[in-house]
Nanobody, 125 residues
Framework: QVQLVESGGGLVQAGGSLTLSCAVS????????MGWFRQAPGKERALVSA????????YYADSVKGRFTISRDNAENKVYLQMNSLRPEDTAVYYC??????????????????WGQGTQVTVSS
């Protein structure tokens, strides 16, 4: 079982930037496709971005393309989400997820094995 701990959330003004980090322990990070999800109040959890084990393939939801960048450092067992040009609609709890099947790269969540506890991102207008 892999354990995930997110950090880096906070309050930022619209147009600002934040970088979320996900620290992974328990299993080798390089065996997992990793993803970031978010859940806004009253809405379902939604996939934001995903990255393959090598970092060579990525997925982005249309709403964040061109603004968010996912990356990973397998040596440091960390995954990152750089968020630029933040908008009030980006306000949500952001969760890190580990996918043992690689399905997140096509937007499928069936392979997710572990979740982090979430970190709050609030974007003020």
């Amino acid at each position: 079982q892999v354990q995930l701990v997110e950090s880096g959330g906070g309050l930022v003004q619209a147009g600002g930037s934040l970088t979320l980090s996900c620290a992974v322990s328990g299993r080798t990070l390089s065996t997992y496709t990793m993803g970031w999800f978010r859940q806004a109040p009253g809405k379902e959890r939604a996939l934001v971005s995903a990255i393959s084990w090598s970092g060579g393939n990525t997925y982005y939801a249309d709403s964040v393309k061109g603004r968010f960048t996912i990356s990973r450092d397998n040596a440091e067992n960390k995954v990152y989400l750089q968020m630029n040009s933040l908008r009030p609609e980006d306000t949500a709890v952001y969760y890190c997820a580990a996918d043992g099947l690689g399905l997140l790269l096509v937007g499928d969540t069936d392979g997710v094995k572990s979740w982090g506890q979430g970190t709050q991102v609030t974007v003020s207008s």
